[in-house]
T-cell receptor, first 111, second 115 residues
Framework: KNEVEQSPQNLTAQEGEFITINCSYSVGISALHWLQQHPGGGIVSLFMLSSGKKKHGRLIATINIQEKHSSLHITASHPRDSAVYICAVSPLIQGAQKLVFGQGTRLTINP | DTEVTQTPKHLVMGMTNKKSLKCEQHMGHRAMYWYKQKAKKPPELMFVYSYEKLSINESVPSRFSPECPNSSLLNLHLHALQPEDSALYLC??????????????FGPGTRLTVT
């Protein structure tokens, strides 16, 4: 079983829909990261959070440390949001900079 | 400037060639990373440099040789690669290392094809 599990693996939605991507982890962490990768492209860090909730534009990330769970929400989704969204954690034991990655969620937003 | 740059964008090399990948950041970050990413998989950590010293080597084969000439530059020297080494090679940097987590800033990657 992976230390970081994401669901769903693939998600297709219509433009304007509210999107939720989930991430569960099984290790103690110092932070959780949400990353975005467009096809053939580099990776962009969207959020790093260790408690509560963060918002940036149409993106919202929440984390529940007790339940070892995080969600990434996209409001008013747009085709340009189509990308792979990766959840990664900074584990307490391995060292904060050695990220453990989930398998990614491939999001497609149709116009 | 919050950019990590990587050159070249694409590289095709034969199994007997020697080539290098280059990564640069001017954010004053003291930690730099090399990742390898195969298609439809998450990145795999290869090396971490902290304050210009190699701090993590994830048991990477010696045909990959990292170098950190200064705090802004990171190179990956390639020699005698195998076709299975074909992948996207990503560089990243962060403000520091150690017990405190820092956001990692990624470059656009070099897509390497070994023939």
């Amino acid at each position: 079983k992976n230390e970081v599990e994401q669901s769903p693996q693939n998600l297709t939605a219509q433009e304007g829909e509210f999107i939720t991507i989930n991430c569960s982890y099984s290790v103690g962490i110092s932070a959780l990261h949400w990353l975005q990768q467009h096809p053939g492209g580099g990776i962009v860090s969207l959020f790093m959070l260790s408690s509560g909730k963060k918002k940036h534009g149409r993106l919202i990330a929440t984390i529940n440390i007790q339940e070892k769970h995080s969600s990434l929400h996209i409001t008013a989704s747009h085709p340009r949001d189509s990308a792979v969204y990766i959840c990664a954690v900074s584990p307490l034991i391995q060292g904060a900079q050695k990220l453990v990655f989930g398998q990614g969620t491939r999001l497609t937003i149709n116009p | 400037d919050t950019e990590v740059t990587q050159t070249p964008k694409h590289l095709v090399m034969g199994m007997t060639n020697k080539k290098s990948l280059k990564c640069e950041q001017h954010m004053g970050h003291r930690a730099m990373y090399w990742y390898k990413q195969k298609a439809k998989k998450p990145p795999e950590l290869m090396f971490v440099y902290s304050y210009e010293k190699l701090s993590i080597n994830e048991s990477v084969p010696s045909r990959f040789s990292p170098e950190c000439p200064n705090s802004s530059l990171l190179n990956l020297h390639l020699h005698a690669l195998q076709p299975e080494d074909s992948a996207l090679y990503l560089c990243a940097s962060s403000q520091g290392t150690g017990g405190f987590p820092y956001e990692q800033y990624f470059g656009p990657g070099t897509r390497l094809t070994v023939t």
